[in-house]
DNA sequence: CAGTGGTCTAGACCACTTT
DNA sequence: AAGTGGTCTAGACCACTGA
C-alpha cells in the first residue's frame, strides 16, 4: 500500500484575498482602524501583507460592498461611520408616505439594568442569570409619535450604558464609547394590535394596528450585541424593502 | 479666442465593462438569451466583443451579484431562472415562525381584465383608459390560509392572461409565455386591520391585525410591470429582512 | 481528460482629488 | 504635479465538473 500519495485535501482552502480580508476585518475589531479611519493606500497595504496590488483591491472591494469600508476615488480608502447617512440608508426601513427619509428623535421612557428574560437570553446568546440594559424610549418624526422602541444589551458588553444619558443615534455611541461596531442586522415583522399603555403613548386608541419589528444586530464579528423591539405606527408611513 | 481647443468634457464616459453588460442584458431582454440558457465561455464571449477576458469576466460578476445570471465553477454561466428556489430565497420574505421557508399554494378567487385605477395607472405609469388584468387569490401554508393576493397586470403586456388557468408560479410563467423577466421588486409595507370579507376567507375574525405588502415589480429594463398587493397573517409567520 | 470559472499577479493607463 | 482609486489587459495556475 501507498503511504506517501496523500489523497488531494481540499479542505483547507481559502483564497488569499479572504484571508487578506480577515486580516482587515480583525484590524477594525481590534481599533486599528477605527471608525472614520483613512486606510493607507491599496499599494502599500500590499506591500505590508505581501501580495499583490490586486488581490488587496479585491479584498477592499468586498469590504466596501458590506458597507464596511467607502472607497472614494482620488482620496482613499475609508472605514464606514454610523452618520446619519449611513443609519438612514442601511438600516432605519420605516419611511414617511411622503417618500422622505428623515431621522427620527428620541424620548428615553425607562433606562436600567435587568436580569435577561429567556427571549432576550435566547436572542443575545447569554447564560441564565445574565443581566441586561434595557432602553425603552419613544420616537417621533415631525413631532408625530411614530415608534415605540424597547432594545436590550448585555450589561458585560456595555457597562454603565444606562448610567448617562442615552443619546439618540446608538450606533455611533457603541462604536466610539464601546468599540463595538453593528455591521449588519436581521429583522422579523409582524403586524399587532396596540393594547392600551402603548396606544396611549402612541396617541391612538386601544386596538389600533401597529408594525412590530423585531431586530437583532451583529457586530463585526459577527455575534448579536443588540435585540430591539419596535413598535411602529404605519398610518402615515411604511416600512420600505429592496428585492436586488 | 481659441476656437479648436475643447474643454475636457467627461460627458460620455461609460467603462467598457458596463457597455459590455448593457449588451448581455439586451440579449437577455431580447430573448437571445433565454432564462436557463448557457453561456459562451468567457474566452469566447471575449473574442466575439472584442474586449480582454477580465473585462468580461467583470460584467458578468456584476450580472451574477444582481442575481440575473448564475455561475458554477467548472459548469458555467446561466441565465437565472425563477425556480421555486431563487422565488423563496429572493422575492418572497415571509417565513413561518418555524424558521422554514416553505412555496405557498394558491386558489384563484377572481381573474378578469378590468379599467385601470388610479393607483393601477399611477405604479405601472400606464395612460388613462388603459386596461389591465387583475388576479385575486387566497394562498395558504399547510393548507392554513396566509394570504389574499391581487395582482395587477398591464393588459397589453400579457395579453389573455386571465384566460387560461392561473398557475401558482407566475413569474416563470411571465418570462416563458410572455418573454418578461422580472428582475427586482420594491416592497411597502404596513400594518392594517382586516375587514369582515378578508376575514372571512383567512378564518379570522374583522378586526385582526394583517400585514399589508404592496410590491412593484420590475422588469429586466427597470420597468414597472407587475402590481401586487398581499395582505399576510403573521400570527404564525414573519416578514423577514436582512441588512447586510 | 478537456473545459469551465476562480484566483493571483504585474503593469499600463485613466479619472478624480488635493496640494 | 503627485497621489489615490478605477479600468483594462495578458498570462499563469488552481479547483471543479462532466465525459
Redesign the pocket.
Known amino acids: 500500500m501507498e503511504m506517501t500519495s496523500a489523497q488531494p485535501v481540499?479542505v483547507g482552502?481559502r483564497?488569499?484575498?479572504?484571508q487578506v480580508k480577515d486580516e482587515f476585518v480583525k484590524r477594525m475589531v481590534d481599533g486599528v482602524w477605527p471608525a472614520g479611519f483613512l486606510?493607507?493606500?491599496?499599494?502599500?497595504l500590499a506591500q505590508e501583507v505581501g501580495?499583490?496590488?490586486?488581490?488587496v483591491?479585491?479584498a477592499?472591494?468586498e469590504l466596501a460592498g458590506e458597507n464596511l469600508l467607502v472607497?472614494?476615488?482620488?482620496?482613499?480608502?475609508f472605514v464606514a461611520q454610523h452618520d446619519e447617512k449611513r443609519i438612514l440608508f442601511q438600516f432605519f426601513k420605516l419611511v414617511p408616505d411622503d417618500g422622505i427619509a428623515r431621522f427620527p428623535e428620541s424620548v428615553v421612557l425607562e433606562a436600567s439594568t435587568f436580569p435577561a428574560t429567556e427571549t432576550e437570553r435566547e436572542q443575545l446568546g447569554l447564560g441564565p442569570g445574565t443581566r441586561v440594559a434595557r432602553v425603552r424610549r419613544m420616537r417621533a418624526i415631525d413631532d408625530v409619535p411614530m415608534i415605540i422602541e424597547t432594545l436590550s444589551l448585555p450589561d458585560a458588553m456595555f457597562p454603565g450604558v444606562t448610567d448617562g444619558p442615552v443619546p439618540n443615534s446608538l450606533y455611533a455611541f457603541y462604536a466610539e464609547r464601546y468599540g463595538v461596531t453593528i455591521a449588519h442586522a436581521r429583522e422579523k415583522l409582524k403586524a399587532i394590535t396596540l393594547n392600551a399603555e402603548d396606544a396611549a403613548i402612541l396617541r391612538k386608541p386601544p386596538g389600533h394596528p401597529a408594525l412590530m419589528v423585531q431586530r437583532l444586530a451583529l457586530s463585526l464579528e459577527a455575534k448579536p450585541v443588540e435585540w430591539r423591539v419596535s413598535l411602529c405606527l404605519t398610518d402615515d408611513a411604511h416600512y420600505l424593502s429592496f428585492m436586488r
Chains 1, 2 share one sequence.
Open positions: 481540499t482552502f483564497p488569499l484575498y479572504r486606510l493607507p493606500s491599496e499599494g502599500q501580495v499583490s496590488q490586486g488581490t483591491r479585491k477592499l472591494d472607497r472614494q476615488q482620488g482620496r482613499g480608502t
